[in-house]
């Protein structure tokens, strides 16, 4: 069976299938999803979980054999399968296609492909025979605001056009963001009327140490006030996923400018499409560092993702201390 996140509460009322399947590259709504499988699973005596990520050289057999094997902990236990790129390669495809179709007893195999699927592959086809498939799409741009609003009801508020448009202006289409401003408004705002005007008050409180505000002070090179902004944001709770988007959001424009420079371009030239309050900073931190050196960042980045994610050793925060004082760093010539 396929269907959205949106249905698959209803689903997890009665007897958990042996395989789900979560397909998708929205993140928000795909680990929403898991949430509610790995809760329903609990609620039905799977104490046990054993996670695999299915990265380059990843052994299959290895999650063959532990679903073949029974565990020792539990008599009813969760096998959960990550596959980064949504693309398991031929070894992979075979394993899980041999598991869907002889599932391991008392065991629920969680398989969460965090990329878009090419297509219908066979793979994923005796996945969802097997049990439950549950395909996230992107929400469109003009589908957040009914998304915010159904959003801001949960949570007791009753929303009016203009305070919705403005949590949806705000959050540009990142439901994980969206999420984020809803969860502050709950803590700022008692449950009943909002308007814009309440919005605009609640994001004035909130917004003291911002994740906009951890890049510019990276991009302006001021390591001391990077720390304080950075301990500001842990210290109000803010998610670390989002501070390490806004990071990989602004590392990946600086190494693209910087390769335009290095290419020739002139960096009024390049900068030209910048907000024009943001391009001194832009400007500085280009100076400081050259194109392959932004490059080393950003994949520090990408692994501060994967340890972020926990498919990778380390500290979420002491990595994006690691992160922003390299990206803040006098490194001019690097």
């Known amino acids: 069976m396929k269907l959205g996140p949106d249905r698959l509460s209803s689903q997890l009322k009665g007897d958990l299938p042996p395989v789900v399947f979560i397909a998708g590259e929205e993140p928000l709504q795909r680990e929403e999803s898991a949430d509610a499988i790995r809760a329903a699973a609990r609620a039905q005596g799977y104490t046990d979980r054993e ?63 965090e990329e878009k699927l090419e297509g219908n592959p066979v793979w994923a086809q005796n996945l969802e025979r097997a049990g439950l498939m549950v395909q ?76 906009f505000k951890l890049v510019d002070a990276a991009l302006a090179g001021d390591v001391p006030r990077t720390v304080r902004v950075l301990e500001g944001l842990k210290a109000e709770g803010e998610e670390p996923v989002l501070v390490l988007g806004a990071l990989l959001r602004q590392l990946k424009e600086l190494a693209s400018f910087a390769l335009e420079i290095e290419a020739g371009t002139p960096a009024q030239r390049v900068t030209a499409g910048v907000w024009e309050r943001r391009r001194p900073l832009i400007q500085a931190a280009l100076k400081r560092r050259k194109a392959m050196g932004w490059q080393r960042l950003l994949k520090r980045a990408q692994r501060s993702d994967r340890v972020l994610k926990g498919r990778a050793h380390g500290r979420p925060w002491d990595e994006l201390l690691e992160l922003t004082t390299q990206m803040a760093g006098n490194t001019s010539g690097r």
């Open 51 to 113: 996670v695999f990520v299915a990265e380059r050289s990843f052994d299959w057999d290895a999650m063959l054999t532990a679903g073949a094997s029974l565990s020792l902990f539990a008599s009813k236990r969760i096998l959960e399968l990550r596959i980064p790129t949504g693309k398991p390669g031929t070894k992979g495809a075979e394993a899980l296609s041999s598991y869907a179709k002889d599932p391991a007893p008392d065991t629920l195999l969680l398989v969460i492909a």
């Open 136 to 211: 996230v799409w992107p929400v469109a741009p003009a589908e957040v605001p009914a998304w915010v609003r159904q959003r801001l009801k949960a949570k007791g508020f009753d929303a009016t056009p203009d305070a919705v448009t403005l949590i949806s202006g705000r959050v540009e289409g990142n439901l994980l963001a969206a999420k984020q401003e809803i969860e502050k408004l709950t803590l700022l705002r008692e449950p009943g009327t909002l308007d814009a005007e309440a919005v605009a008050e609640a994001v004035t409180d909130s917004a003291r140490y911002d994740a």
